[in-house]
């Protein structure tokens, strides 16, 4: 299985997404770690089974184990914390906002890569998750840690086109059952 693979399973009224596909992992100015880091976690949010088995290997391959591993655990941490500061933030009791969170994140404090981009990853899946809160967090640290704006917005860009392949091949499995 591989990005071609999944390039050529995108139906022709998509195919701005394989296109964009191409490019958002062919063309990116990301590091090769930064790249696929951010595509295995975000195809892990995705929630896709197809995105993930066909892009997974090819991250697996092009990552370190730590790498790799961080990847995952980006997708892991931010899976919970989306959903809890999302919460907080749509509820419009604003005490929620001064109680303790009470959720373990020590990975945040040793992520085992280079802290931007694990923050890099972690902003990605935020953005498929719609955390604004995470969002703001996250893009505030890349840009405190001297990060462009338009490196993260390449992590977003890539969190979009993995999320609509993801939502396009799934929904042709359904259609076609």
Known sequence: ????????????????????????????????????????????????????????????????????????????TMAMNNVFHRTRHLLSD???????????????GDPGVAKVDFELWSLAVSAINACGQCLDSHEQVLRKAGVDRETVQEAFRIAAVVQAVGV??????VLAE
Do not use: F, H
């Open 94 to 108: 604003p005490e929620y906002g001064t109680l303790r969170a009470g959720l373990r994140v020590n990975v945040l």
């Open 1 to 76: 299985m591989s990005l071609d693979a999944l390039k050529s399973a995108i139906p022709d009224y998509a195919k701005d997404l394989r296109l964009n596909l191409g490019s958002v992992i062919g063309d990116s100015a990301l590091s090769q770690q930064q790249l696929w880091g951010t595509v295995l976690a975000c195809a892990i949010a995705s929630r896709s089974p197809r995105v993930l088995r066909e892009l997974e290997e090819e991250a697996n391959a092009k990552l370190s184990p730590e790498a790799y591993t961080a990847a995952k655990t980006a997708a892991a």
């Open 168 to 173: 396009t091949l799934d929904s042709e499995a």
